[in-house]
């Protein structure tokens, strides 16, 4: 280290920076659990306890009043608080001041006022935006949460309280503010599937930053639609017959009546109607009565998967809940506190019993239990999660960085070891110099990578706050994983050059050792390579063999057989590299050919270090990228769907309001179809699913036949994969008989003549049977379906599935029409076409709907729901480049430390070469030419670097796409896609470090006078 200070330092700076992207990432994870107890007791507030519902995530039910009035009574009760939450979208109002004060009054009246739109653009505030929420969208924006306390549960930061004669304020969290940048004053439009509300915020609060986990997952299919589906079968053949129980659709087209709903219309409460209007106001179609015969329409309310109290919410009271959401709040959750005299434990000795014999079950939940679900959260999970792979990462680029170092280092002294050989020195005793330097250059950067790491996190969170949501805190998380990562490094970069070193013989010190390189050994070690390389592909998409196996082999022999191929191919790449590339690049440079002939295998053992060690980094961003452009095909909305899908939230329209939608100014009159659409649960009969199908329901699209596949010009211009088209039109007009997705074929096993059976949401008895007429493709249903509203009852759906409109209404119980698709004019405006069919929704406010637990819901202010195929198609986009950017981001990290790898070559060539240098200038090579030479090795490093991680990338990502369908969450076609300009961008990135990487030994190099560098070479021969 003495002798080649420059290298130590840029040794020690890589694992420095290897050291602070472990404390970066931990630091995260280690203020977490730094701060357990305090937010512990921020998730309780001025509570001692909470009583929840012993439910699956997601489910609220109601707390019989009985034991809500019995609790009150309780001596040792000091204040009992009962809370109601429900999911809202939320959306900051534009502010417009007239003389002083906002325009407008404070009722629910938000007739003229639109979100306000400086907010940037999200892809969910594309889809959602001030829309009511719905299955499948993820629930982001604040809970809905009605609480009646007279005094804040938690920290008042700013404002005040609700107060009890105004129901029109609202109190925020201080997190959901400052996401939707309210200030107090602000106002805010809250909306529900029942009603928006305009509402002041008159405080914030301060709440826990995460929410703890206090109910174990489960309860699949409960309310959620994850579950597997009841009964056990593969779906019913040709040869078989459609049994069961009341309520069977035969396969022959016949029905027996199973007490389905049929018909529609809605239920009209007299008294309620109006947009955004409250319990008291006058309706105008209220007095319309419901038809005999007739049934409410039918949702599912969406769920904000909370456990406990939501920490990112807004409270109102309870009157102005109800007028939000459209029913009358009732307790979901109990917040207590006790008197001095009683400790928790002792008031949950009295009462255990009697709160788990009720209904629904209920339990006591304290400091302990929080401070315990706060360590198993979501949240510690994925910092955990994040901090291993940080971990692993840098302990791959310390292992380089010092292996290059270490590399080089036994290559120039050869002699020196062979010469301590023959003093005496035993083999152990020259590994364990090895070792030992390895080891110092590793604890050196590692306390310079901690001291450096603190100062970085310590800065970087008071400049950016938002880096860090949960704060940063240097902690013994932090040191210990950083300092696994560099003694690992430094261990496992000392093993190869030590066991070179021990090779050593004393009488190699008489005599310089040759550095031809092999090619006939390089080319048989990349064939070995290639060979292990094409292992996983096989592996994925050849042999046969049960997913359970194939995801084993995959996951513990092939992909580290793809590592290893990778490793055992980088000679022949970088010897092809300087081959080819060597080539373009003398022509780049202006260089005598000749001069870069043996540029990079004059020492390959150093360039292939240099180049394994760039490619960890890059190979796994070209992977990422790969795999990440590849999935997102499928997801992408096809070609297929109409321009737009308009859901009439939640009361649907009537044949008049058929005729306004196509009257409707940017519609295209001859391209309106109206849809019947359910969502259901599967019914295998007494077989069992299919393994491959992970949810428990689909959705069933009720369309015209022959207006939808028919056509010269078919409303829905599907593909058929499987099934002749015509024959499954006849099939289709003809009724029983569905057509079923590409993906879903793939899970369920399911070919056409096989039958499809549901079970009506109206009719739990019931058996709802179709026969299977074709496969068609429809990339994209399933961002398609998430934000549309299609999904009724459950948030996760396996497929979507085509039927005939008539069947799907009769058969279900279906009234009027919620759903139509429907074709815009060439210069239809979105927002002024969406604004109409919002008119005619409102025809109908004041109607009632019944929820899946069978409570009744006024619909205030009914809503069109209009998803256009674009902004989906824009949405998917926004968030597939975050989240497949935000994969890459470590991968580029360690590509940027990798690159002090590349320094440590390029210093080390130009020593081992100063000879020749010197003798090069003596002759009357330039300085610019010698410049220009070593730089152009630096380039040929890196494009053999690119070359490896091309070749991992594309088999990787593929093979990643390949297994998306055995891990039950993707089971489409595997699709594979070259996104050649995000590539592009990593390559450049990579050979601009190297660029970088070789610009001081180069210009050092320059500087220096022929006889300089001619009595340098002398020296060290």
Known sequence: ????????????????????????????????????????????????????????????????????????????????????????????????RVGGGFRGDVSG????????????????????????????????????????????????????????????????????????????????????????????VVGLIEQAPDSPTLVKRGGQGQGQGQGRGRGRSTGVTDGESAKGKEGVRRGD??????????????????????????????????????????????????????????????????????????YPESAQVLQLAVRDSVTVQQFAEVWQD????????????DFAAVRSGMESSRTVSSQQSQAWAATGMATLAAIFIIFSTLSMGVSERAREFAMLRAVALT??????????????????????????????????????????????????????????????????????????????????????????????????????GALLSLAAPVTVFGLPMSDAWRTWCYTFLTYPMLLVGMVLMAPAVVVFSERVSGRWVTKLMRLDSRMMQTQLTSNLWRTIAATLALSVGLGLYASTQTWGYSMLKPFTPGDWLPDMLVAFHPIGLDDEGDELVRQVEGVDANQVMPLAIEQARFDWGDREAPSRLSQDNAILFGIDPGRSFGAEDPFLDVSFVEGDRELALEQLAAGVACLISQDFQMSSGLHVGDELAFTPPANPAGRVAYRIAGVVSLPGWH????????????????????????????????????????NLEPDANLAAVEEDLQTIAERDAGATFQTDSKMQVTAYRPFARATATANVRKAIKKRADGMIWGMSYLPLVTLAIMSLAVVNTVMAS????????????????????????????????????????LVFGLIAGWCGVGMAQYGGWFAGPPTFLIPWLQLGLGFTATIGLCLLAGVWPAIKTGRAEPLRLLQAGRGMM
């Not at 015969?293 to 919410?313: D, E």
């Not at 093993?495 to 010190?509: F, G, V």
């Not at 070469?913 to 300085?927: A, D, L, N, P």
């Not at 070593?934 to 070359?947: D, F, G, K, P, R």
Request: proline share 5%; net charge positive.
């Open 253 to 326: 087209g016949t029905r027996r009546d199973d007490g389905a709903r049929r018909g529609g219309g809605a239920r009209r409460d007299a008294g309620v109607s109006g947009r955004g209007k409250s319990h008291g106001e006058a309706a105008s179609r209220a007095d319309i009565d419901r038809d005999e015969g007739q049934s409410m329409p039918q949702h599912g309310l969406p769920s904000s998967f909370i456990q406990g109290v939501a920490t990112n919410a807004i409270y109102v009271r309870p009157s102005l809940a109800a007028s939000i959401n459209g």
């Open 910 to 949: 130009v020593r081992s070469r100063t000879w020749e240098f010197g003798v090069m200038r003596s002759i009357g090579v330039t300085r610019g030419q010698l410049v220009r030479l070593v730089v152009a090795e630096s380039i040929l490093i890196a494009m053999a670097a690119c070359v490896l991680s």
């Open 783 to 822: 961002w398609f379906t998430k934000f549309s509203g299609v999904r009724r009852h459950f948030v996760r759906t396996a497929t979507m599935v085509f039927a005939s409109r008539n069947d799907v209404q009769n058969d279900f119980g279906l009234g009027r029409t919620e759903f139509y698709w429907l």
């Open 427 to 528: 083999r152990a005793q020259i590994a364990g110099i090895i070792a030992l330097e390895s080891v110092i250059l590793a604890l050196v950067g590692w306390g310079g990578g901690l001291a450096t790491g603190w100062l970085v996190v310590m800065v970087g969170s008071r400049v950016s706050p938002e880096l860090f949501a949960s704060g940063a805190v240097l902690g013994w998380t932090s040191v210990a994983f950083s300092g696994v990562t560099v003694l690992v490094g430094a261990l496992g970069a000392a093993i190869l050059p030590a066991w070179r070193a021990m090779r050593i013989e004393p009488l190699d010190a008489m005599s310089t050792r040759a550095a031809k390189p092999s090619e006939t050994r390089w080319a048989v070690l990349g064939c070995i």
């Open 1 to 96: 280290m003495k002798l080649h200070p420059g290298r130590a330092i840029v040794t020690t700076l890589g694992v420095i920076a290897s050291t602070c992207a472990v404390v970066w990432v931990v630091s995260g994870y280690d203020a977490l659990v730094s701060q357990f107890d305090e937010n512990a007791g921020k998730y309780l507030g001025r509570y001692d306890a909470l009583i929840i519902a012993n439910s699956p995530p997601g489910m609220m039910p109601k707390i019989q009043p009985e034991i809500v009035e019995a609790l009150r009574k309780d001596a040792g009760v000091l204040e009992l608080n009962p809370i109601s939450q429900s999911r809202v979208s939320i959306s900051r109002i534009r502010e417009s």
């Open 109 to 200: 009246d938000v007739s003229g006022e639109a979100p306000d739109s400086d907010l940037e653009e999200t892809s969910i505030s594309l889809l959602v935006g001030d829309r009511p929420p719905v299955n499948g969208a993820p629930p982001l924006d604040p809970t809905l949460v009605s609480t009646a306390a007279l005094d804040s549960p938690y920290e008042m930061v700013e404002g005040e309280w609700l107060s009890g004669g105004s129901d029109r304020g609202a109190v925020m969290g201080v997190k959901a503010a400052r996401d939707l940048k309210v200030r107090v004053g602000d106002r805010v439009l809250v909306t529900s599937l029942a009603n928006q509300v305009r509402v002041q």
């Open 354 to 365: 009697r709160l788990a014999a009720s209904s629904p079950s209920l339990r006591l939940v």
